[in-house]
């Protein structure tokens, strides 16, 4: 039970890809996967090493040989709030109104985080879902990305990037406010 060394922030998710084919034969091998986030880096890195220790200890106990794999790190983001802004402002000339993300809510980490340690990115969120109570990690959610509205959606969010693409190569002001 490592639930009480976690934070808050944590979030680990996982499955057992390969446990064996009958309940009452302990099996030579077993495999699992494990989707492991935080809300910064260093929190992750953390969460990481008390895995690894449970782990450890578990194999220990049982006389079972362990092997983890980390494999894509992710840190968080950093959005940068004069490129949101003018993205914001071009997706309402394109019919989509936006908010900005709550600050008090947990994102976590993604791919882009790690880019934004490095370089300014926008990381704005587009409606897809006409359903306010659909959760981006669902099923629903899925249906509703490949559907008309999430087509329209992608559609004007590629324009919106480039219109704030041309805003930056046109406007030396937002340029010199992204980098301050």
Not at 29 to 56: M, W
Not at 106 to 128: A, E, F
Request: glycine share 6%.
């Amino acid at each position: 039970r490592l639930r009480p060394v976690f934070l808050p922030t944590d979030n680990v998710n996982g499955i057992i890809s390969d446990g064996g084919h009958v309940a009452n034969v302990i099996p030579e091998v077993a495999t699992c996967s494990f989707c492991v986030r935080s809300c910064k880096r260093s929190e992750l890195n953390q969460l990481v090493a008390h895995i690894q220790q449970a782990a450890d200890a578990a194999a220990m106990l049982v006389g079972a040989k362990v092997e983890v794999q980390v494999r894509h790190m992710m840190g968080e983001r950093y959005p940068n709030l004069p490129m949101s802004e003018a993205f914001k402002e071009n997706m309402e000339q394109l019919g989509e109104t936006m908010a900005y993300a709550d600050a008090n809510k947990l994102y976590g980490s993604s791919d882009i985080g790690n880019v934004s340690v490095k370089v300014p990115i926008i990381h704005d969120y587009l409606r897809i879902s006409t359903r306010p109570d659909v959760n981006e990690h669902s099923a629903a959610f899925a249906e509703d990305a490949v559907s008309p509205r999430g087509d329209e959606v992608c559609i004007k969010g590629a324009k919106g990037l480039a219109m704030t693409a041309l805003d930056l190569l046109e406007d030396p002001a937002l340029r010199e406010k992204i980098y301050i």
